[in-house]
């Protein structure tokens, strides 16, 4: 089983910055992918971003605002979220993808972190 803890979380003001972090633990052999979503009040899930090995893809609406990265070692991903705008208002979770050390695949979630744009 493999569990994901998010932190980072906040309220902040329009144009303000946050970094958000995803550890994951647990019977781990490998890692492919690492991503965030986001659900915003009265909206479904959505990608923000994701961290393939090698590579990153975001969501058209956060493009040049937030970066996401991974720190293999530690089995966890970032996600620097700058110039927040009110419409960034939501649940953050953090996914996680890869193998267990029983050879399964596995897919785990985040319980999520509130992130809150305002003035």
């Known amino acids: 089983q493999v569990q994901l803890v998010e932190s980072g979380g906040g309220l902040v003001q329009p144009g303000g910055s946050l970094r958000l972090s995803c550890v994951a633990s647990g019977s781990i052999f490998s890692i492919n992918v690492m991503g965030w979503y986001r659900q915003g009040p009265g909206k479904q899930r959505e990608l923000v971003a994701i961290?393939?090995?090698?590579?990153?893809a975001y969501a058209d609406a956060v493009k040049g605002r937030f970066i996401i990265s991974r720190e293999n070692a530690k089995n966890t991903v970032y996600l620097q979220m700058n110039s927040l705008k009110p419409e960034d208002t939501a649940v953050y979770y953090c996914?996680?993808?890869?193998?267990?050390?029983?050879?399964?695949?596995?897919?785990?979630w985040g319980q999520g972190t509130q992130v809150a744009v305002s003035s």
């Open positions: 996914n996680v993808q890869g193998i267990t050390g029983l050879r399964t695949s596995f897919s785990s």
């Open positions: 961290i393939p090995s090698g590579a990153t």
